[in-house]
C-alpha cells in the first residue's frame, strides 16, 4: 500500500471551535497520522498521512471542520509521505 500526504490550511472562522481536537478525533479514527495547529493568521494548518481513502476522507472533513466552524478557503497540498506514526495537537 503506498501512503498520501496532504498538507492543508483552513481559513475562516477555525479557532476556537474544536477544529484541532476533532481533527485529532476523526484521524485517530481513521488511522491518519499528522499534525494540526493553530496559526498566528487565525488559520489552522495540519498535515494528514496514510491510507489515500482516509486522508481523502481527512481532507472533505477540513473543509466542513466541527458544527460551529465555518471554513471559508481550504489550501491543499500535496507531498512526500514522511512515515509519519501517531497524530497530535500543537
Request: aromatic share 6%.
Amino acid at each position: 500500500m503506498s501512503a498520501a500526504r496532504r498538507r492543508v490550511i483552513a481559513r475562516g472562522r477555525v479557532q476556537g471551535v474544536f477544529f484541532r481536537d476533532s481533527t485529532r478525533r476523526r484521524a485517530d479514527s481513521l488511522g491518519v497520522a499528522g499534525w494540526v495547529t493553530n496559526r498566528g493568521d487565525g488559520a489552522v494548518e495540519a498535515v494528514f498521512e496514510g491510507d489515500p481513502d482516509a486522508v481523502e476522507s481527512m481532507v472533505r472533513y477540513a473543509r466542513e471542520g466541527p458544527g460551529n466552524a465555518s471554513v471559508s478557503d481550504l489550501e491543499v497540498t500535496e507531498e512526500d509521505p514522511e512515515g509519519l506514526t501517531g497524530f497530535r495537537v500543537t
